[in-house]
């Protein structure tokens, strides 16, 4: 009795340490990662906190979107009007991100006015005092964020994608939650999120630009008189898709139909087999670039639409640039493929995804690919962190995962991929026979009818020659796509987030 007493003191104080010690250095201080650039007259400091949407309590759905965005609302020494006069006085920027596992504030400033924006800076982390005056804006701002993502297909189709695959666990709904969640939110839900949350071992700071070791030990000792607290996990399990399962999303007058289609998988950065999938999905799809198999086929090939593209990553773009962002960490990761044919060539379309998923998987990658692919992937890294800001959120994201010398390492760890290496980690991680195909359609009862048919149609542009690749089409065409009517779901854009 008295050893497991022993055992189970020794397993909490071992967790609290663990906790404790997640984002600290030695003995416990905080760790502030950094990227010195001196002769720039720029400071960018970035913080994330283990806060994202993932941990909105049950039926409180959109709690962390509505709490971070009421940290610059008013702090204990400024209101918001103060704040927005005092940033826009010293063309400074702030902003606050929340994402599924992270909130993400970040903030640039000349150095020269660095005193008076550290001073706004921390205290929106520090002294936010949710002002009673800005609950019903922050509301209204929410409920707007929601009807702007049904409003707009790309990101209706991704969020919608991301839930389907993730029913059932904290991923499986919109960071800013949906309306009803949000408009039971109180000023009092906030103070208790943030009071559980915002504590000193639950936080990652950084710093890059021109800075000293006096601003570095000022932040860290900052920081530090946030409460220490127990770190909550994410609890929960992804479900795999088993089988080929539809969500047609209905939105009237779709010229377009966009799909997504893909499946979570247990592939991380600390996976032996992460380069090797980065290498095989550079040679199907990477973001707006024109090198892979689905951007020749769908758009250089038959002119389908302008965007085909693959992902091995949650991916949020980076601005308007065709970079991720590196700000939006998660540990369950998933696959996905994602275009938008004109809704006659919808079918086609979904086919010649399936099979190009399929031929990488059972195939592998063609010995004449690999090289470029290869060294694509070491050319472009340099732009992924090309700016201090950049450079340090990747840092950041390294240290999140707890991937010590990803950055360092990148161009070697690509080196080291083989032919071998990524033909067994296509066929370990990609499953084209289980998938979730999530598509914006006018009318989904005609869709299925469509997708169960015998016929697939495809219209070429008025200029192409459809004789050239009859052959490729006609194989595409006979592509199974294995649907039955048990295998869909429709639902109305109107009737999602409510």
């Not at 960071?175 to 939110?185: I, M």
């Not at 690749?469 to 999602?496: G, P, R």
């Amino acid at each position: 009795m008295r050893s497991n007493w022993l055992k189970t003191i020794l397993l909490v104080s071992l967790i609290c340490f663990v906790s404790l010690s997640l984002f600290c250095g030695k003995a416990g201080e905080l760790e502030v990662v950094q990227v010195k650039k001196p002769g720039i007259p720029v400071v960018y400091f970035q913080v994330l906190i283990k806060a994202g949407s993932a941990y909105d309590p049950p039926d409180k759905e959109g709690l962390a979107y509505f709490t971070a965005q009421l940290l610059d609302r008013g702090t204990e020494s400024f209101s918001r009007d103060e704040i927005d006069e005092l940033l826009d006085f010293i063309s400074a920027r702030l902003s606050v991100e929340v994402n599924k596992e992270v909130i993400v504030i970040s903030g640039t400033t000349l150095k020269e006015n660095l005193d008076k924006f550290y001073q706004v800076f921390s205290e929106i982390i520090l002294k936010p005092t949710f002002p009673e005056g800005q609950i019903e804006k922050t509301r209204l701002d929410q409920l707007d964020a929601i009807e702007n993502t049904r409003q707009r297909d790309r990101r209706l189709i991704q969020e919608s994608f991301d839930n389907f695959i993730h029913r059932g666990h904290p991923y499986g709904h919109l960071t800013c939650g949906n309306e009803s969640s949000v408009n039971s939110l109180t000023r009092q839900d906030a103070l208790d999120f943030y009071h559980k949350h915002f504590l000193q071992n639950n936080i990652l700071l950084g710093l890059a630009g021109d800075f000293d070791d006096q601003l570095v030990q000022r932040l860290r000792e900052d920081m530090s008189t946030l409460n220490v607290g127990q770190v909550p996990e994410i609890g929960g399990e992804i479900q795999p898709i088993v089988g080929r399962k539809v969500l047609l999303i209905e939105k009237e007058k779709r010229a377009q139909t966009q799909f997504r289609i893909g499946h979570p998988f247990d592939l991380t950065r600390h996976s032996p087999d992460y380069f090797p999938m980065l290498v095989a999905n550079a040679h199907l799809g990477k973001h707006r670039e024109s090198i892979g198999r689905l951007y020749k086929t769908v758009r250089m090939d038959r002119g389908l639409c302008y965007g085909a593209y693959s992902y091995i990553e949650h991916f949020k773009q980076f601005g308007w640039s065709k970079l991720a962002n590196p700000n939006c960490p998660r540990k369950a990761q998933y696959f996905s493929m994602w275009t938008y044919p004109k809704s006659a060539n919808a079918k086609f379309a979904i086919k010649l995804y399936l099979k190009e998923m399929t031929d990488l998987a059972t195939a592998g990658i063609p010995e004449d690919k690999l090289d470029f692919m290869k060294s694509f992937e070491k050319n472009q890294f340099p732009f992924q962190i090309e700016t201090p800001q950049r450079k340090l959120a990747h840092m950041m994201a390294e240290k999140y995962y707890g991937t010590v010398g990803f950055v360092d390492h990148f161009e070697s760890e690509v080196e080291r991929v083989t032919k071998e290496k990524v033909d067994r980690a296509v066929k370990m991680y990609l499953s084209p026979d289980n998938v979730a195909i999530v598509a914006l359609v006018s009318d989904g009862e005609e869709f299925i009818k469509e997708l169960l048919s015998d016929q697939t149609t495809l219209e070429y542009p008025s200029q192409a020659d459809p004789t050239v690749l009859k052959e490729e089409d006609d194989q595409i065409k006979a592509f199974d796509l294995a649907l039955t009517e048990d295998d869909f779901e429709i639902v109305k854009a109107s009737e999602l987030f409510k």
